[in-house]
């Protein structure tokens, strides 16, 4: 019964997601170090790109971890 991150679909690469890395499908698990359980989660990982710097996002694609480096400006 445990969340283990969210799934996003419909990512296209000329949007903001797309221009991250995220694609379709991937099941988003921790943004910023915030584990992603709910929704909530997820926007307070997301709330961290507002101070700028880096990010990492960490996503299981197809099965396989990947890790997405973001440089926030």
Do not use: C, Y
Not at 46 to 62: A, E
């Amino acid at each position: 019964g445990k969340v283990m991150g969210i799934r996003v679909f419909g990512i296209r690469n000329n949007t903001l997601l797309g221009e991250l890395g995220l694609q379709s499908g991937d099941r988003v698990e921790s943004v910023g170090g915030v584990e992603v359980t709910s929704p909530d989660k997820a926007i307070e990982g997301w709330d961290k790109m507002r101070g700028g710097g880096p990010l990492k996002v960490k996503v299981s694609r197809q099965g396989h971890p990947v890790t997405l480096h973001i440089e926030v400006r």
